[in-house]
């Protein structure tokens, strides 16, 4: 049976070889790999170059499917293969070429040849949904290649950096390891595990840690904490919140304070919860903070960098608002609800909600890493902060799903508890990126919209 062809082709304002570069390098597929496809990396052995292998498991639901791909036809700089060796398609042959257009110009070309199982029947049933498949899979591919490989060349004559970070297999921080390493940075995940080569060692709990690992570096990202919606709250719960944004922070503060050659910068997430509850008051870095709990943690999360800062070390406290992506975060928990027409508003659905996209958040951190005049706290949100019955609406209207069923507060308030759920889902900010728009900061997704359909294939 005749194999099927699809192409996809983007045109860029960057060298072949910066492209080349950018898939060559560490990453490269964790950026590439649609975030609504539960995707697992299993096995990965050499990079793109002739006989290389990558495995990695797809999940829908209980079922696991793995793909194993081999790469082949590797010409340095121009192009390479990858072949389905396991898998769910009888065949297919993706080839990735790096187009010279000349004036520093080139072009993303992708070329895949494939088969669907079951021969005939499995074309005529499979082939529209697999054509869809494969646009959704390349509209996101070219349009995140697009803007890392754009922000990248933003700085591309500064010195590639040596960046460690906390909280690197979270949301933020798995995102931010593959973005930077696929622009040529060095990370150093920062890990409670015995460390190993290219991992530094810490255990706030403990007050353990390997500060000699830090000697030398250009900046930290310090993500790491206790999730604060990840338990009911009791007092021994949010002491535990408490306490690890506190232990944590100062330890790793005091550390760098103590080296003799320190970071140039601390990158510190903080959260748009700092602001309480505001109801539509318009909120930038300059605005009065909050006296909620959430707020207290924030406000002692930021204090805990006071060391690092007297030392000299350029501090940035990213008050992150709610990250859109279909990996995790607020839309990750409720997308499932929502496809089966189950969602809908909380409470009066008037509190305002601070979101931000996934990319925007990696993007902002990066501006932070280089943009030497920023410091102090930042407001890492989206431009156009929208309220819950809004946000409702348009994730309804972007999976064409109905969101007529509200959650009422006091459902709410005795499923979470009244505090957790008047703090973390009724309460709500209208924040403004005042300081990152100030200092030139694009945002890829401005609306929540365009958002939402990039982070999930719509």
């Known amino acids: 049976m005749k194999s099927s062809e699809y192409v996809a082709r983007t045109e860029l304002d960057v060298s072949a070889e910066d492209l080349y570069g950018w898939h060559a390098r560490p990453g490269a597929f964790e950026r590439l790999a649609p975030p609504w496809q539960n995707l697992e990396v299993v096995r990965q052995e050499g990079g793109i170059s002739d006989g290389s292998v990558l495995e990695f498991k797809v999940k829908q639901g209980p079922i696991a499917m793995t793909w194993e791909a081999h790469h082949d036809q590797h010409v340095e700089g121009r192009q390479f293969r990858d072949v389905q060796h396991r898998g769910p398609f009888s065949h297919w042959a993706h080839v990735h070429k790096f187009e010279d257009l000349g004036g520093g110009r080139s072009a993303l070309d992708d070329r895949v040849e494939y088969r669907l199982p079951m021969g005939p029947l499995g074309k005529l049933f499979g082939g529209w949904a697999t054509r869809r498949f494969l646009d959704q899979m390349f509209d996101f591919r070219h349009r995140r290649t697009m803007d890392d ?14 960046v460690a970070i906390t909280g690197s297999t979270g949301l933020v921080g798995t995102a931010l390891s593959s973005f930077l390493t696929t622009g040529g940075h060095d990370v150093l995940p920062v890990v409670r595990r015995d460390a190993q080569e290219g991992q530094i060692y810490w255990r706030p709990s403990e007050s353990e840690i390997d500060a000699a690992g830090f000697e030398g570096l250009d900046a930290v990202v310090h993500l790491a904490g206790e999730n604060v919606a990840g338990k009911r709250w009791s007092a021994a719960q949010k002491a535990r919140v408490m ?7 100062r330890l790793l503060s005091e550390a760098l304070a103590g080296l003799e050659r320190k970071p140039r910068v601390l990158l510190s997430a903080s959260a748009v919860g700092i602001y309480g509850d505001r109801g539509e008051d318009l909120l930038t870095e300059d605005s009065e903070l909050g006296d909620l709990f959430l707020s207290d943690v924030c406000k002692a999360w930021e204090e805990e960098t006071k060391a690092a800062e007297a030392a000299g070390i350029r501090v940035v406290h990213l008050r992150i608002g709610l990250v859109m992506t279909a990996k995790g975060g607020v839309l990750g928990k409720v997308l499932m609800l929502f496809k089966l027409g ?19 958040v ?9 943009d030497e005049e920023m410091r102090g706290p930042v407001n890492v949100v989206g431009p156009a902060p929208v309220t819950n019955a809004v946000w409702t609406k348009t994730l309804g209207k972007v999976l064409g799903r109905p969101t007529f069923a509200p959650a009422p507060a006091f459902a709410l308030r005795a499923a979470l508890g009244r505090q957790m759920a008047d703090e973390v889902l009724l309460a709500g900010q209208r924040v403004l990126p005042k300081r990152l728009e100030e200092a030139g900061f694009s945002f ?11 982070t999930l294939g719509k």
């Open 444 to 454: 890829s997704y401005p609306t929540l919209e365009s958002s939402l359909r990039h």
């Open 362 to 370: 990696v993007g902002a951190i990066h501006h932070a890493l280089f």
């Open 243 to 249: 306490e690890s944004r506190r232990q944590g922070t």
């Open 149 to 162: 490989v754009m922000r990248h060349k933003k700085y591309e004559d500064r010195p590639r950096q040596r």
């Open 342 to 360: 189950g969602g809908g508003k909380l409470g009066s659905g008037k509190q305002y909600m601070s979101w931000v996209a996934l990319d925007d």
